[in-house]
């Protein structure tokens, strides 16, 4: 253990005088999953973008806020001179113009990736030519266009990780990043963090399973077993592993894993290998867009799953029916038999339809107007029997009981009773009884053309318009007027000359003589048509039936 401790306490001094050769100490900051770090190091863009590959990173990409505040707090910390410049992994290939209309102005982050960048920041744009062209980030954290060849102050780097570390609560340690960094405000740490603790305890390592664990005794001098490591060991001081070209190193920091060609592929949903290159694929639902990463929304309703209705959603699709219908397997629609699972009609027969149902009356009802489920009383013809309940009787709207008789009488505005409508559960026109047809307006039944006579309990009809018929009996009272004018005129002219021949004189008197025996008159009272309205309900078309 003591050797252990004295081998990582002059790691930790090494370390430090390293860092005091250097001008100033590299500064980073974590978070989960990634680190940043600023290397200065005045090189051209892709010597300086190799410093960041060397530690297992690359040039950083800001695609987001959180990736601007880490190159705002790295900015910061490293006090960055007015006119400091580094570079960012954005780049401009050869052959490829600027396109200011773009979001990244035809500009490419170093992994290819044009597309999922949600954040920019950059100066005016100056027109500069056509690429190769990379970006560098000034003090005041805009977005400058560059020659790849210019050397600039240094490069942002950025490390991504499978989680990260907590840090030690309640605890001061010096954390050792892999990327070379250490310092003692972190919040994240990623793994292969080694983690200096107080004197007298063992140093701690994050491991890939995010814990903090003792480093325990390997790697030790090389000569020894390789030094427990699994591919290359160096003596250091103190001593350390490293794996061949193709693999890593392991949080234990002595085993190597192979190096998967879908290691930084941004796959939207998942990248497996295929004869060895990295492919993209996406779930059941999704398609890949043009740059065979990002996923993309099928449409399925366009290959018509549904046999009525298709409603897409991200992923998938759901089916849905009209009214009257019930969604079974495969998007199918079943109808609903209404006047099986709850008889909706009032009174009498229940018929089913597809999608929807037909409630039909006995004779002298007709269906309600306001609700097709019921029946109500009605009279088709300008006189019917009256429906009585005891001693009470009643009639439909526009008829007036004749209490002798037991019959009802029209006595509406038109020449006979509209025959009746029978509506339809789906608010269609009028369903009529054979002879007739819905109206324009399909809110009364009129008598076809074609049909002939109506019923013999209907008003007749007769093929002559009315406004004739009565035109014609108008001309013939007036000549029938003129006849007896002209016959009376001859009278009373035969009449004056037979006075004026007997040359007499004429006496007339007239006498009124009432009958000795007056005759009985019997009076009734009459009553008016609005008296004899009444409004009828389905209990009294229960006592009618």
């Known amino acids: 253990m003591i050797v252990v401790w004295v081998a990582l306490c002059a790691l930790a001094s090494t370390a ?21 770090a600023l290397r200065r190091e005045r090189r051209k863009f892709n010597m300086a973008r190799s410093a960041c590959k060397k530690d297992g990173g690359d040039a950083v990409t800001v695609r987001t806020t959180v990736a601007a505040d880490a190159v705002s707090a790295l900015l910061q910390a490293a006090g960055a001179q007015p006119n400091s410049r580094y570079w960012l992994g ?26 999922t960048t949600h954040y920019t920041n950059w100066a005016p744009a100056t027109g500069s030519t056509c690429g190769p062209h990379c970006v560098v980030v000034s003090s005041d954290e805009l977005w400058l266009e560059r020659p790849c060849n210019e050397k600039t102050d240094g490069v942002l780097c950025e490390y991504r990780y499978n989680g990260s570390c907590p840090s030690l609560a309640n605890r001061t340690a010096v954390y050792h990043l892999p990327f070379g960094s250490q310092g003692s405000d972190f919040s994240a740490l990623p793994p292969g ?30 000569r020894v077993g390789n030094g427990g490591c699994q591919h290359v060991c ?18 234990d920091q002595r085993s190597c894993s192979e190096i998967s060609p879908c290691d930084g592929v941004r796959c939207d949903h998942r990248c497996e290998v295929r004869n060895g290159s990295p492919v993209c694929f996406c779930d059941a639902g999704y398609q890949l867009d043009s740059d065979h990463k990002g996923c993309l929304d099928v449409d399925e309703c366009v290959r018509n799953p549904c046999q009525q209705t298709c409603n897409n959603s991200m992923g998938s699709y759901t089916c849905s029916c009209s009214s009257g219908y019930r969604l079974v397997e495969d998007g199918k629609c079943m109808d609903i038999n209404e006047c099986m699972e709850y008889n909706p009609c009032q009174f009498d027969s229940c018929g089913n339809t597809q999608g ?14 306001a609700d097709h489920t019921k ?51 789906s608010g269609a026109k009028c369903q009529c009884e054979d002879g007739y047809q819905p109206s324009e307006d399909g809110a ?22 009315k406004g004739l018929a009565r035109a014609g009996l108008s001309l013939a009272v007036v000549l029938g007027s003129l006849f007896a004018i ?31 025996q007056e005759q009985d008159v019997n009076l009734s009272q009459v009553t008016t048509g609005d008296d004899q309205k009444l409004r009828y309900t389905n209990d009294i078309c229960n006592a009618g039936t």
Not at 18 to 29: L, M, R
Not at 358 to 369: N, Y
Not at 412 to 425: F, L, M, Q, V
Request: net charge negative; with cysteine; proline share 10%.
């Open 16 to 36: 430090l005088s390293e860092s005091q050769d250097e001008e100033e100490p590299t500064p980073a900051v974590c978070v989960d999953g990634f680190c940043y």
């Open 90 to 115: 954005l780049q401009l290939h050869h052959k490829t113009c600027p396109d200011n209309s773009s979001l990244l102005r035809g500009y490419r982050w170093v992994d290819g990736d044009s597309d």
């Open 193 to 222: 963090t080694v983690a200096l603790v107080s004197a007298g305890e063992e140093p701690l390592r994050c491991n890939e399973s995010r814990d903090w664990l003792p480093v325990g005794t390997a790697p030790w001098q090389c």
């Open 234 to 251: 160096h003596d250091g001081p103190p001593p350390a592993c490293s794996c061949h070209p193709g693999y890593r190193l392991d949080g």
């Open 356 to 369: 929807s149902f037909t409630c039909s009356c006995k004779s002298g009802f007709q269906t309600d107007p």
């Open 375 to 425: 029946c109500v009383f009605y009279c088709k013809s300008k006189e019917c029997p009256a429906i009585c309940l005891g001693i009470s009787c009643h009639c439909p709207p526009d008829y007036i009981l004749n209490d002798d008789t037991g019959t009802c009488h029209y006595f509406g505005d038109n020449d006979a009773p509209a025959h009746p409508c029978i509506p339809t559960s």
């Open 444 to 465: 009364t039944c009129e008598m076809e053309e074609s049909s002939g006579s109506p019923p013999s309990d209907g008003p007749i009809a007769t093929d002559e318009p």
């Open 486 to 516: 002209a016959v009376l005129t001859l009278i009373f002219a035969g009449v004056g000359h037979h006075l004026l021949k007997k040359r007499g004189n004429w006496q007339t008197s007239t006498k009124y003589k009432a009958t000795s």
